[in-house]
């Protein structure tokens, strides 16, 4: 919990967060971040976000489950216009891999409602994705990757499709570079991968007392 007094601005801020393992193979999260901000002119405002998450990876078994559920409102009185906004978020990820070969596949959802002082606006998008990874030796992999964005209310869709390739220099390291030829960007959606047209990188690591020190061991020897 902390509290900044400004001259500008008084605010309050509360982060919490939990994880636990109730059983082996199975993760649970949760993290809540809350501010509320007051200025010199009048000005209220709070922004929260709730975010609860789960893994489960069955041991000795090719699947493995990601959800991640997020709550966030954001509201403000006092200035030239007032709001009130809120969105339900919801991404599922499902991996299936076997032999050298990896199947993935995204499904996001989110339902949104934005009151702008007496005006109200509400819409659902969800987003599905699939990709296909294959391991070429004990370092380097490919892939492509499809997926679409799609707005009910308007009836829009959008669409991201594209290949890359993969190197993983240690373990737990992993670097991707790649090219989309058509993309789109929601924030929202982010573990279905990059999906923005054009070219990218990635750096990925993951961390644990194992991890580090095989990274650690990997650079000294450069």
Do not use: C
């Amino acid at each position: 919990i902390e509290r900044r007094d400004a001259d500008s601005e008084n605010r309050w801020g509360l982060y919490s967060g939990a994880v636990g393992e109730p059983r082996k193979g199975l993760g649970l999260s949760a993290r809540l971040q809350w501010f509320d901000t007051e200025t010199n002119t009048g000005i209220e405002g709070t922004q929260a976000d709730l975010r609860l998450g789960l893994v489960h990876r069955p041991f000795a078994r090719r699947w493995t489950f990601l959800n991640r559920t997020d709550f966030a409102i954001d509201t403000e009185t006092g200035g030239i216009s007032n709001f009130d906004n809120w969105k339900l978020v919801n991404n599922l990820l499902v991996n299936y891999r076997r032999q050298g070969t990896q199947l993935s596949t995204f499904y996001g959802a989110k339902y949104t409602r934005d009151t702008i002082d007496s005006a109200e606006y509400s819409g659902y998008t969800d987003a599905l994705g699939l990709e296909y990874r294959k391991d070429i030796g004990k370092r380097w992999d490919i892939g492509a990757r499809a997926s679409t964005l799609h707005s009910w209310n308007s009836e829009l869709y959008d669409y991201s499709y594209g290949l890359s390739a993969g190197f993983s220099p240690a373990t737990n390291i992993w670097v991707s570079a790649g090219y989309n030829w058509a993309g789109y960007e929601d924030d929202d959606f982010n573990m279905a991968g990059y999906t923005a047209q054009g070219p990218y990188i990635k750096l990925r690591f993951k961390f644990d007392q194992q991890s580090v020190r095989d990274a650690a061991e990997w650079f000294n020897k450069q």
